[in-house]
């Protein structure tokens, strides 16, 4: 009977931590007054990058650039300013990129970060950012 209960013990055990390790990532929903700070974003001029931190408990930073001679420069400028709004803010929640130009990329950003475990994350984001102004993806039209 000892050896039945250890042995169900340890597959308790095992199936609680196999299930901890999910391949899934975690999507944050934008919190609806965010939203209002992109009908601004979407109203300025190309080469425009909008970033933004949400916490766990809706709490947010954001930060966007735009007019900037490249999309990686706009980029720089909103992570700089997320960042500072992060800390003044008391934001723990990383930034991810959410659109570039008029195209939402937030979820795909989260999921890239995700499933890059040996690089950075903002190696993963600045790679997409420079993917997509080379293939000139990023001046399409976001699908409504």
């Given amino acids: 009977m000892k050896v039945f209960a250890r042995f169900l013990f340890a597959s308790v055990l095992v199936s609680m931590f196999a299930g901890c390790a999910s391949d899934v990532a975690y999507v944050p929903k934008i919190p609806p007054h965010a939203q209002a700070k992109l009908l601004d974003y979407y109203a300025q001029s190309d080469n425009k990058v909008f970033v933004i931190a949400v916490d766990p408990s ?17 980029a720089k400028v909103a992570v700089d300013k997320c960042d500072a709004s992060r800390e003044s803010s008391g934001i723990i929640a990383r930034p991810y990129i959410y659109a570039i130009n008029d195209k939402v990329v937030y979820e795909e950003m989260i999921r890239k970060a995700h499933e890059a475990k040996k690089k950075s994350e903002i190696q993963a984001q600045e790679q ?9 993806e990023a001046n399409q039209p976001a699908a409504k």
Avoid: M, S
């Avoid at 809706?58 to 706009?74: I, N």
């Avoid at 997409?128 to 000139?136: K, L, N």
């Fill in 58 to 74: 809706g709490d947010y930073a954001f930060g966007y650039d735009y007019g900037k001679p490249t999309l990686k420069e706009a």
């Fill in 128 to 136: 997409e950012v420079a993917r997509q102004e080379d293939a000139g």
